[in-house]
């Protein structure tokens, strides 16, 4: 049974009964007008978040195709993109000298004179080696490798060695979990390498398999899928960085560093031409991931983890070290965006044609009808068959194989830049925010500076894309965010579960629904106008003043939602509370609570029944005046009282 208590509506005999219980009389002329306060203001005015001056850094995504070797035109730090978006690691490590000539020469090439092949033997120590510029760093990093190597399981050594030889484009498709299979099935893809054979030291690379399927016409329902999978690495080589920062592979360096057998036969005997800084297998497997996840956005977190995982594994192999495993997630972050914003996969309609293509595969697979169905089954298995299961785990790896436990070895008060057009990157998944806010949100979580070579002029290096993917981590002005439930998708529902802080004011405009699941201490206040604002966490709504004044607002934490300000709901809104032990779905006001109307909607959490006779508080504040002008509650007959600074409930039955 269904109870609507409507107060205006009610029959003579029972409008003393109800007025009594709440403290009110029978004369509704004698009750003083409710004074309504204002909306919050917040600070007036929305964020921005500025490039580096491009006169002084050209930009990467509109500079990518000088990433190049063999050319005397993009033989320096100055003219080749590629090796500049890796400058800080200058900072660490000085090359033999400052050209891509490692086993490279060049032809002049007009104005630009020709380079000859440095003398660099690629052998530590050697009189032609560069020279180390912070002894702890590098120690530090060489000291990691063998720690790793030598401390490695056998589950490890045998990802370590699929990793290796294996297409890296079909390697990091497991990042989908239970799309897996599905996406593997529609676009194609094959592989010989399943295990370490016993023969392994007598093979190298030799996977017949066709890396990330079949693309084209050829694949009629997801040709355009596998097009845009393998456009991402247009301009991506880090081939020229290699040639150019001459910087050894760790069992190089150190002799304690134990590459798996397995994997001997891949040791290259030329070491003037095997630089290990940057990887490139941890830039093709971040740059496949983000093409994945920009087209299946439902497990966007999960495969750039399985991205970073791959850079890992290079370490676990001892093939390299954590600066060149970070230094192959920087540069492939910005060549993804090239290649989104200025590149192949931004020209005509291939964006929208792969998104077009995947989803409907994969939600035919799932058997999904929409794509809050796929989304679901997208996170259906638990850590015993999807491995990236758990997103509080996922988050700490994340955050560790961005920097690898190195200290901040500059300075760490550098405001944040973002690079110019890095908010592609974000397209499809905060679709409901437009560019500049996506920017925003990258700038706000972004990592602190000083940390070593992620201090790049453009910013690539200080991204956290998995922390951006949760949302903003501040509100350094006011936000408004308007999500159309009607398109489906994350502009029907999302989730923010980042910290946030900040002085601005949230704004929740549209008809989708947003949660907010984070320790919040933004100040400006929270105003929710249409659709749905939904509390995850008691803190969700941080330290100003809420106001509903249309749409309607959930509370749906564990505890009770403390509200640091005052409460005010405005007539046809709704309050929705789950209601449960240690407080869960209360508020608890810290300022005035101000009801001019709307419904109060109650529903319990499992085993939190109530028994008759019991009397629930569901609001506190320091004042409270006004009412709903509606109690739904599903089962029970009950009866509001208003006090002076609480609403309880009864139940009568």
Excluded at 16 to 41: E, M
Excluded at 333 to 361: C, E, F, I, P, W
């Amino acid at each position: 049974m269904t109870l609507a208590l409507h107060h205006r509506t009610l029959l003579a005999s029972l409008v003393a009964v109800a007025l009594a219980a709440c403290g009110g009389g029978g004369d509704d002329s004698s009750t003083p007008a409710l004074s309504i306060p204002a909306a919050p203001q917040g600070v007036g005015h929305a964020e921005s978040a500025s490039a580096a001056d491009e006169a002084g850094t050209p930009p990467f995504v509109d500079n990518a195709a000088t990433n190049q070797r063999g050319d005397a035109r993009y033989a320096t730090l100055e003219t080749n993109a590629g090796v500049r978006v890796l400058r800080p690691f200058l900072d660490l490590w000085q090359p033999r000298s400052l050209f891509v000539d490692a086993g490279q020469s060049a032809p002049a090439n007009g104005s630009f004179p020709a380079v000859a092949a440095s003398d660099w033997s690629g052998v530590p120590g050697d009189a032609s080696d560069g020279k180390v510029l912070n002894a702890d760093v590098h120690a530090a990093n060489i000291q990691y490798v063998i720690g790793a190597t030598g401390s490695r399981t056998a589950a490890q050594e045998l990802q370590a060695y699929l990793d290796d030889r294996r297409g890296k484009g079909y390697s990091v498709t497991d990042g989908l979990g239970p799309l897996t299979t599905a996406w593997r099935a529609a676009a194609q893809q094959t592989t010989t390498i399943v295990d370490i054979p016993a023969d392994a030291g007598t093979v190298k690379y030799d996977d017949k398999g066709n890396n990330i399927g079949v693309g084209g016409s050829a694949n009629a329902n997801f040709g355009s899928v596998v097009d845009f999978v393998s456009n991402i690495g247009e301009n991506g080589s880090t081939e020229p960085a290699k040639r150019y920062f001459k910087y050894a592979r760790p069992w190089r360096w150190s002799s304690s560093v134990k590459v798996p057998a397995s994997l001997e036969p891949v040791k290259s005997p030329t070491p003037a031409t095997d630089g290990g800084f940057n990887s490139g297998h941890a830039a093709e497997g971040t740059r496949d991931v983000l093409a994945m996840a920009y087209l299946v956005p439902e497990r966007y977190q999960e495969l750039l983890l399985r991205g970073l995982e791959l850079g890992e594994n290079r370490i676990l192999a001892g093939m390299h070290s954590p600066l060149d495993v970070m230094g192959g997630r920087v540069q492939a972050q910005a060549v993804a965006a090239a290649s989104l914003a200025t590149g192949t996969n931004s020209t005509g309609t291939l964006k929208a044609d792969a998104y077009r293509q995947a989803h409907t595969a994969l939600m035919a697979a799932a058997g999904a009808s929409s794509p809050a169905a796929l989304y679901d089954f997208a996170h259906s298995q638990g850590m015993d068959d999807d491995r990236f299961a758990d997103h509080d785990r996922n988050k700490a790896d994340y955050l560790r194989r961005l920097t690898y436990g190195f200290k901040p070895v500059g300075d760490t008060t550098r405001p944040v830049v973002v690079p110019k057009g890095a908010e592609v990157l974000l397209e499809t998944r905060l679709p409901y925010l437009d560019a500049t806010q996506r920017r925003v949100v990258l700038k706000t979580t972004a990592l602190p500076s000083g940390y070593p070579l992620l201090d790049d002029a453009e910013g690539w290096g200080r991204l956290n894309l998995f922390a951006a993917a949760d949302g903003y981590g501040a509100f350094g002005g006011d936000v408004v965010v308007t999500m159309d439930a009607g398109k489906g998708g994350f502009r029907a529902l999302d989730s923010w579960r980042n910290d946030i802080a900040g002085v601005g004011k949230l704004t929740k405009r549209g008809s989708g629904t947003l949660k907010l699941g984070g320790r919040n201490s933004y100040a400006g206040g929270t105003e929710v106008m249409e659709g749905t604002l939904q509390a995850e966490s008691a803190t969700a709504f941080g330290n100003g003043d809420v106001y509903v004044s249309g749409g309607t607002l959930v509370n749906n934490a564990a505890s009770a939602l403390v509200i640091a300000g005052g409460y005010t709901q405005l007539a046809n809104t709704t309050l929705s509370l789950t209601l449960g032990s240690a407080g869960a779905g209360r508020l608890t006001v810290g300022g005035i609570v101000t009801l001019a109307g709307g419904s109060l909607k109650l529903s319990f959490r499992s085993g939190s029944t109530p028994a008759i006779g019991d009397t629930l508080t569901l609001i506190s504040g320091s004042r409270l005046s006004g009412r709903f002008d509606a109690i739904t509650i599903d089962g029970f007959k009950v009866t509001p009282t208003y006090g002076a600074t609480t609403v309880t409930l009864h139940i009568d039955g």
